[in-house]
């Protein structure tokens, strides 16, 4: 399988701590992609960042990406009730015309 | 922000009959649309690349008789489960590559099916 790995598998915090998701993956990447999916719901974006780049930003998000492990992590930071759901790694291959390939994801559960 | 359509949302069938989904991109041409499946708590896995104009490409241990895929137009595609059984209840979700590039992916809202 080319499905990446995702730790941990399920996380949960208190309102207003900070999560953590981390992904790894296998092949090349164009581009890696987190996407948050709220149970029995369709997916949302939530942020891109190519392979040249290490970090970007999207208010409380941050992601952080090292090509050289392989490797992906989201950062939630002041996380609320209603960021609890599901989150996914996408990984774009370096390939024109190729699907995403999805991480196994975390569920993410934030009590208030 | 570009959108990609499924019709229908949710579907209850009896086993052996034929189900049939639809993605359309409602304001953008897509060449290249992406079926995926998911089951209950898990990740979306990749069944098959639909191009416009030609034969869909299926992922290994996909049954390409029984997941008959159409890609018509270029903002339509259709994907029909045959003879459907209770272990094809699942999540489908479809995604369109717009004109943007190919890293930009545009997902629709899924249909969920159940097989009785």
């Known amino acids: 399988s080319q499905q990446g790995e995702e730790d941990p598998q399920a996380l949960s915090i208190q309102e207003g701590e900070n999560a953590t998701m981390n992904c790894s993956y296998k092949?090349?990447?164009?581009?890696l992609q987190w996407y948050r999916q709220n149970s029995g719901r369709g997916l949302v974006h939530l942020i891109l960042i190519r392979s040249n780049e290490r970090e970007k930003h999207s208010g409380r998000l941050r992601v952080t990406l090292d090509t050289s492990k392989k490797s992906s992590s989201l950062l939630i930071t002041a996380s609320r009730a209603a960021d609890t759901a599901s989150y996914f790694c996408?990984?774009?291959?370096?390939?024109?015309?190729?699907?995403?390939?999805f991480g196994k994801g975390t569920t993410l559960s934030v009590s208030s | 922000g570009a959108v990609v359509s499924q019709h229908p949302s949710w579907v209850i069938c009896k086993s052996g009959t034929s189900v049939k989904i639809e993605c359309r991109s409602l304001d953008f041409q897509a060449t290249t649309m992406f079926w995926y499946r998911q089951f209950p708590k898990q990740s979306l896995m990749l069944m098959a690349t639909s191009n416009e104009g030609s034969k869909a490409t299926y992922e290994q241990g996909v049954e390409k008789d029984k997941f008959l895929i159409n890609h018509a137009s270029l903002t339509l595609s259709t994907l029909t489960v045959t003879s459907a059984h209770p272990e094809d209840s699942s999540f489908y979700i479809c995604?369109?590559?717009?004109?943007?590039?190919?890293?930009?992916?545009?997902f629709g809202p899924g249909t969920r099916l159940l097989v009785l």
């Open positions: 995604s369109a590559g717009g004109m943007g590039g190919q890293e930009t992916q545009y």
């Open positions: 092949t090349s990447i164009n581009n």
């Open positions: 996408a990984t774009h291959p370096n390939q024109a015309g190729t699907a995403l390939i």
